[in-house]
């Protein structure tokens, strides 16, 4: 059974920085490039990025509203993928849930995981 | 950047009914569009990829279509568990973009 398992969110002050983990189960996370997607209270939803595999050279994506501030890894040898976040705005505070993307061909989000709740305010 | 727009963004309805839920790409997206539904409190759940694609387990009273920029989503028959809101994506080009949702409640 896939399994994402979101960890890391909390209360943080507005320009602090926190480190968001994903822990993969089920699959050969290897083989899949893996996102981000947030969802501020009460709104829709938002893409943060994406990291790809190692064939594709780890390669990252991100949204403009992020670029620049968050960096997304993963660790292969960990199942595990990080979304870091620096230079922390009110407006970044979501729940973030780290989504597998689908395999080659489709490469929809087909799996999510439970999400994390990340709260920016002094 | 695609914009996604969907219609209505709200809708009540009886179980039985059949819904269809509009969705909008500003630009053609082939048929790179998925449907995902959310509970509140929980994660999305993916429902439907490449427009008309079913995810695995799930039922096929959803069904989904189109292509470029105009697509939809029916529900054949609503039944309780239904009653959520749903959300288009489209995933032809970066950054991905969400269509702001559809609630679906209870008539």
């Known amino acids: 059974e896939v399994q994402l398992v979101d960890s890391g969110g909390g209360l943080v002050q507005p320009g602090g920085s926190l480190r968001l983990s994903c822990a993969a189960s089920?699959?050969?996370?290897?083989?899949?490039?893996m996102d981000w997607v947030r969802q501020a209270p009460g709104k829709g939803l938002e893409w943060v990025g994406r990291?790809?595999?190692?064939?594709?050279?780890?390669?990252?994506e991100y949204a403009a509203s992020v670029k620049g501030r968050f960096t997304i890894s993963r660790d292969d040898s960990k199942d595990s993928v990080y979304l870091q976040m620096n230079d922390l705005k009110t407006e970044d505070t979501a729940v973030y849930y780290c989504?597998?993307?689908?395999?080659?061909?489709?490469?929809?989000?087909?799996?999510w995981g439970q999400g994390t709740l990340v709260t920016v305010s002094s | 950047d695609i914009q996604m727009t969907q219609s209505p963004s709200s809708l009540s309805a009886s179980v039985g009914d059949r819904v269809t839920i509009t969705c909008r790409a500003s630009?053609?997206?082939?048929?790179?569009l998925a449907w995902f539904q959310q509970k509140p409190g929980k994660a999305p759940k993916p429902l439907i990829y490449?427009?008309?694609r079913l995810q695995s387990g799930v039922p096929s009273k959803f069904s989904g279509s189109g292509s470029g920029t105009d697509f939809t989503l029916t529900i054949s028959s609503l039944q309780p568990e239904d009653f959520a809101t749903y959300y288009c994506?489209?995933?032809?080009?970066?950054?991905?973009?969400f269509g702001p949702g559809t609630t679906v409640d209870i008539k």
């Open positions: 994506q489209q995933y032809n080009s970066f950054p991905l973009t």
């Open positions: 490449d427009a008309s």
């Open positions: 989504v597998r993307v689908g395999p080659s061909g489709s490469l929809s989000l087909d799996y």
């Open positions: 630009q053609g997206i082939y048929n790179y």
């Open positions: 089920g699959f050969t996370f290897s083989d899949h490039y």
């Open positions: 990291v790809r595999k190692k064939t594709k050279s780890y390669t990252t």
